[in-house]
C-alpha cells in the first residue's frame, strides 16, 4: 500500500504478509490505516466509516483525511498540515504469492485519487 497526502502519512509505503497486527499506541495511525483501505477497497468516502475503533466518538471525514487535519486549536479553528492545491493517492497493488510471477506482469493494482483546490472542492476516482 502506498499512502501519499492521506492523514498524517505524506509519503508512506506499507507491506503487508498472509496474516498481519496492526498494533501501536493511539494516534499512531492503525485505524488511518484501516480507513485507506476501506476507501480503496469498498469505494466509500462517507464519514460514517472513519476510524471505527472510535465507535461513535470519530468526527473524521475524507477531506480531513486528505488536507491532514491536525484538530481544532479553538480559537481559529481546525489546522491542517495540508493548504492550497495538492494531490493525494492510496494504491494498493496486489501479487500473487503462488504463482510466483513478475509482479509487473501479476500485480493487480486498485488506486484512489484525489484533486485538492483551494476551494476544498474534491474531485476523486477510484
Known amino acids: 500500500m502506498l499512502l501519499i497526502n492521506w492523514?498524517?502519512?505524506s509519503h508512506t509505503e506499507?507491506?503487508?504478509r498472509n496474516l498481519n497486527f496492526l498494533t501501536g499506541?493511539?494516534?499512531a495511525?492503525?485505524?488511518t490505516l484501516i480507513d485507506a483501505l476501506q476507501v480503496v477497497m469498498l469505494g466509500e468516502t462517507k464519514s460514517t466509516i472513519f476510524n471505527k475503533a472510535a465507535n461513535?466518538?470519530?468526527e473524521r471525514t475524507l477531506i480531513g483525511y486528505l488536507k491532514g487535519e491536525m484538530g481544532d486549536d479553538g480559537k481559529t479553528g481546525f489546522r491542517?498540515?495540508?493548504?492550497?492545491?495538492?494531490h493525494a493517492y492510496i494504491?494498493?497493488?496486489?501479487y500473487d504469492q503462488i504463482k510466483k510471477k513478475s509482479p509487473s506482469l501479476?500485480?493487480?493494482?486498485?488506486?484512489f485519487s484525489v484533486t485538492i483546490r483551494k476551494s476544498t472542492t474534491i474531485s476523486s476516482r477510484i
Open 14 to 16: 506499507v507491506n503487508f
Open 25 to 27: 499506541s493511539n494516534a
Open 80 to 86: 491542517y498540515l495540508r493548504e492550497g492545491d495538492f
Open 91 to 94: 494504491l494498493l497493488e496486489f
Open 29 to 31: 495511525g492503525k485505524s
Open 56 to 58: 461513535q466518538k470519530s
Open 7 to 9: 492523514h498524517y502519512f
Open 106 to 111: 501479476q500485480a493487480w493494482h486498485l488506486m
